[in-house]
């Protein structure tokens, strides 16, 4: 990837399973609809079997769509020039999804696409040595996005905090939807007028240095746990200031944008 240029990695977590678990159906076929909740059902370990996928959605708790992922990072200012590096399983509805993306970004790549069948051998029967190479893929990105807050998203982008905070943009999906539907509707085009208000959204939300957040006021117990922002995801200032020098350069940042 580095010996073309810069790129960015799309953590796209749009997988078979990750939709059947979350419950999401937004733009899929009736009968696409009914295969991931037929799948949810019969999964003994997943607990909660009745989903409103509208609710869910509405609510931010929806991966992206690839097409949805195009608008946005189209809208963020990125030109069709961009390559984007593809870091997740197989995307469900294979390339006809992957072409929604690619109307906005023809250049698409993957493991799959990059490395050769001889050399994915080793790891090829084992999913976690398949994820760890799209990790250090994202890692090592020039921007990082997520489609979706899931563990592996929140590790790379604590570990690209702890290495310099390289850019590392979080979709704020509850807000996007809004925007989505919008368009959908016909009230908004993609356009200028769009494009400023995404990004006047994620403007602090693109790696910058910020102190890890705790959990609400008064919040005790498990709740206490559960509310405050994992340390892998941000371990500023834990792990970040172990010299006077960067004290001193994440203090200022800090302070310049009005965090402390």
Known sequence: MRSNGPYISLHLRYEKDMLAFSGCTYGLTDEEADDLTSIRENTVHWKIKIINSTEQRVKGLCP????????????????????????????????????????????????????????????????????????????????????????????????????????????????????????????????????????EIHKRRQGAPRKRKGPPTGTKGKDRYRTEEAFYTNPLPDCLCQSPLTSSLVETTLKNRGHV
């Not at 294979?94 to 970004?105: C, K, M, N």
């Not at 090829?124 to 190479?133: F, P, R, T, V, Y």
């Not at 982008?157 to 590392?168: A, Q, S, Y």
């Open 64 to 199: 992206l769509t690839p097409k949805e992922v195009g608008i946005f990072l189209h809208s963020l200012g990125y030109p069709s020039s961009t390559r984007i590096y593809i870091a997740a399983g197989e995307i469900y509805g294979g390339s006809q999804r992957i072409a929604e993306l690619q109307t906005y970004f023809p250049s698409i790549m993957r493991k799959e696409t990059i490395a050769s069948a001889e050399e994915l051998v080793p790891f090829s029967n084992h999913s976690s040595q398949m994820a760890a190479l799209d990790y250090i893929v994202s890692v090592e990105s020039d921007v990082f996005v997520p489609s979706y807050s899931g563990n592996m998203a929140r590790a790379v982008e604590g570990h690209r905090r702890f290495l310099g905070h390289r850019k590392t943009i979080i979709p704020d999906r509850k807000e996007l939807v809004m925007l989505f539907d919008k368009l959908d509707a016909g009230e908004i085009q993609v356009g200028p007028k769009f494009s400023r208000e995404v990004m």
